[in-house]
């Protein structure tokens, strides 16, 4: 599998890998490992979500916006 990049992107992975860093395909294989990694773990959380919603396991409105409180208070 190849993916076309842009110029404007070719020129920013060089710059990244520079001259003692990874070479540019292994950059962007890690760029792919956390990209695939990042949305595996979105797309349990997902179900982890459908599978609570699913057994009835429900917050109101107002439980949500005291959790989001509390979280920004620490």
Known sequence: MEAQLNPEQEAQLSRMAGQAGPAVDQLAREAVDRYLAEEAHFA????????AADRGEFLTSSQVWDRVEGVLKS
């Open 44 to 51: 349990a959380a997902v179900q982890e979500g459908i599978d």
